[in-house]
């Protein structure tokens, strides 16, 4: 059983573009909700999280959309790069020291020069 | 401050038999996560380590088990290695402070194939 629903599966966009990656849960008992980004053969790079006592967080060109209601959330890149072509993964988690980090499928991006 | 380090890289093992993984936990951190990876799939959760004591566990069998030194270095031991053990292994670190800590930082892994 998926815990945390990803899509899409893979993304083509232009530099310069807006990258959007969506993210489903169900377990409402979730309140942490970090994005990861791997490169090939590397681990996860943890990139920016959220916990759901606010809507929206921005690191950089990065940010996090949280509809509580809805129990979804997104990751925005904005002004894409060829650099950030890489394999996001979206996770969730409850409680302080929770020690399970349930994982998307992930979305493998792909920014086009 | 250093990052979280394991070894080895790589490591190819034939069905049956056991394997060592190890880690070293981020500078400071004092929880230790193991995750396996598939290919083309998102990390699975097999255990954590808080205090050299198991402190939560995936839906993996006996056969994975685990050590976590006053070091807050790890070992993960998996027995009896079967064809579908092929993956990445991750350890994530983590600073738990009275069940204050969230945040989890991965190490590059180790590529495991069984033969």
């Known amino acids: 059983q998926q815990q945390v629903k990803q899509s899409p599966q893979s993304l083509i966009v232009q530099k310069g573009g807006i990258s959007i990656i969506n993210c489903a849960y169900e377990?409402?008992?979730?309140?942490?909700f970090p994005w990861y980004q791997q490169f090939p053969g590397k681990g996860p790079a943890l990139l920016i999280a959220?916990?759901?006592?606010?809507s929206e967080k921005k690191e950089g060109r990065f940010t996090i959309s949280f509809n509580k209601s809805a129990k979804q959330f997104s990751l925005h890149i904005m002004d894409s790069q060829p650099g950030d072509s890489a394999t996001y993964f979206c996770?969730?988690?409850?409680?302080?020291?929770?020690?399970?980090?349930?994982f998307g499928t992930g979305t493998r991006l792909t920014v086009i020069p | 401050e250093t990052g979280v380090t394991q070894s080895p890289t790589h490591l190819i093992k034939t069905r049956g038999q056991q394997v060592t993984l190890r880690c070293s936990s981020q500078?400071?951190?004092?929880?230790v996560s193991w995750y396996q990876q598939a290919l083309g799939q998102g990390p699975q959760f097999i255990f954590q380590?808080?205090?050299?004591?198991?402190?939560g566990r995936g839906n993996f069998p006996p056969r994975f088990s685990g050590l976590q030194f006053p070091n807050y270095s790890s070992e993960l031991n998996v027995n009896a290695l079967e064809l579908d053990d092929s993956a990445l292994y991750l350890c994530?670190?983590?600073?738990?402070?009275?069940?204050?800590?969230?945040?989890?930082?991965f190490g590059p892994g180790t590529r495991l194939t069984v033969t």
């Open positions: 377990n409402t008992a979730f309140d942490y």
């Open positions: 380590y808080y205090r050299e004591e198991e402190n």
């Open positions: 994530a670190s983590s600073l738990d402070l009275a069940g204050s800590s969230y945040e989890q930082y």
């Open positions: 996770a969730a988690s409850s409680g302080p020291g929770a020690n399970n980090l349930f």
């Open positions: 500078s400071g951190h004092n929880t």
């Open positions: 959220i916990r759901p006592d606010v």
